[in-house]
């Protein structure tokens, strides 16, 4: 079997960085995270001091690299008898001393790093769904992660159109692919028809007393053979949470456009004829088009 070929690297200079900035870096060049260790001195908390590999080398990508931070010793909090043990020798404290040291930052990190959990760029990918909730704003599990983040970064902006035609239109086409047509003040059906042969339940519809000033109709540019059940009933949840809770809706499934292309009907011959009709024309409304959303292909 060959053995694998290992990518090299070169390590970068990461003295004078803080530890967070250091391990930024080294994970965009394709190092994994460093080993930390502390030590004390005059430079600023948390800064490195010291690294293995040194700058420069050309090493493999899976080394780990060796980071020497400054930070302050617990000792320093000690009773003044245990504290002079310290540092007149007595390692077995000190080392059990840091080690306590990096469990208090280990969760003072955590702590620091709340903030990053609600900005849908930063935030880690299992968290999206999350934060979703927190907004209110739905999300399809099956969209990519890119769409997700942008759509919870103006989640908030979507707020300001939330029950307008505008925003049910733009919420509508994130799921369907397709922006709706909606028709307001309006509704399929007129009301009963006389001598029409009907049978209750099978081929008849009856709707309580409607008011077309507070019902609208939405169109939707697919075949009903491309909506499945699921869909189907994600389509319904949607119009029911943001549409204005006095009104009545219908959805309709006109399925997509046609569109002629040029034609012409020639009558006579090519030299004494003359044409009728010649143009393009459109027997259908055509498909709607959406602002494309990171992810989307």
Not at 89 to 113: A, P
Not at 135 to 164: C, M, Q, S
Not at 228 to 234: A, F, H, P, Y
Not at 242 to 250: G, H, R, V
């Given at each position: 079997?060959r053995e694998?070929?290992?990518?090299k690297?070169?390590v970068?200079?990461?003295?004078?960085?803080?530890?967070?900035?250091?391990?930024?870096?080294l994970?965009?060049?394709?190092?994994?995270?460093?080993?930390?260790?502390?030590?004390?001195?005059?430079?600023?908390?948390?800064?490195?001091?010291?690294?293995?590999?040194s700058?420069?080398q050309i090493?493999?990508?899976?080394?780990?690299?060796?980071?020497?931070?400054?930070?302050?010793?617990?000792?320093?909090?000690?009773?003044?008898?245990?504290?002079?043990?310290?540092?007149e020798?007595?390692?077995?404290?000190?080392?059990?001393?840091?080690?306590?040291?990096?469990?208090?930052?280990?969760?003072?990190?955590?702590?620091?790093?709340?903030?990053m959990?609600?900005?849908?760029?930063?935030?880690?990918?299992?968290?999206?769904n999350?934060?979703?909730?927190?907004?209110?704003?739905?999300?399809?599990?099956?969209?990519?992660?890119?769409?997700?983040?942008?759509?919870?970064?103006?989640?908030?902006?979507?707020?300001?159109?939330?029950?307008?035609?505008?925003?049910l239109?733009l919420?509508?086409?994130?799921f369907?692919?397709?922006?709706?047509?909606?028709v307001?003040?309006?509704?399929?059906?007129?009301?009963?028809?006389?001598?029409?042969?009907?049978?209750?339940?099978?081929?008849?519809?009856?709707?309580?007393?409607?008011?077309?000033?507070?019902?609208?109709?939405?169109?939707?540019?697919?075949?009903?053979?491309?909506v499945?059940?699921?869909?189907?009933?994600?389509?319904h949840?949607?119009?029911?949470s943001?549409?204005?809770?006095?009104?009545?809706?219908?959805l309709?499934?006109?399925?997509?456009?046609?569109?002629?292309?040029?034609?012409?009907?020639?009558?006579?011959?090519?030299?004494?004829?003359?044409?009728?009709?010649?143009?393009?024309?459109?027997?259908?409304?055509?498909?709607?088009?959406?602002?494309?959303?990171?992810?989307?292909?």
């Open positions: 079997m694998q070929i290992r990518r690297l070169r970068p200079d990461l003295a004078g960085l803080t530890v967070r900035n250091a391990g930024l870096l994970e965009t060049m394709g190092f994994p995270q460093p080993e930390i260790r502390y030590e004390e001195s005059y430079e600023s908390p948390m800064t490195v001091i010291d690294q293995q590999p700058k420069g090493v493999d990508s899976d080394i780990i690299p060796n980071l020497v931070v400054a930070q302050r010793s617990l000792a320093e909090y000690l009773p003044g008898i245990y504290r002079q043990s310290v540092y020798g007595d390692y077995f404290l000190r080392d059990l001393l840091w080690v306590f040291r990096h469990l208090y930052d280990d969760i003072n990190t955590v702590i620091d790093e709340i903030p959990l609600f900005q849908p760029y930063h935030t880690p990918p299992e968290f999206l999350w934060l979703s909730s927190w907004l209110a704003f739905a999300l399809d599990e099956n969209w990519p992660e890119e769409k997700k983040r942008y759509l919870l970064r103006h989640a908030v902006d979507y707020y300001t159109i939330r029950g307008t035609v505008k925003g239109k919420y509508l086409s994130y369907v692919g397709v922006e709706p047509e909606i307001e003040n309006a509704w399929p059906f007129k009301g009963f028809q006389i001598g029409v042969h009907s049978t209750m339940d099978l081929d008849s519809i009856i709707f309580p007393p409607v008011n077309r000033a507070h019902c609208f109709i939405v169109d939707i540019a697919l075949e009903p053979s491309e499945d059940d699921q869909l189907l009933i994600k389509i949840d949607i119009i029911r943001e549409k204005p809770a006095n009104t009545m809706y219908f309709r499934l006109k399925g997509r456009k046609v569109q002629l292309s040029e034609f012409a009907l020639v009558v006579g011959d090519d030299d004494t004829g003359y044409v009728i009709g010649s143009g393009e024309e459109i027997v259908d409304a055509g498909e709607a088009e959406v602002d494309r959303i990171p992810g989307e292909e």
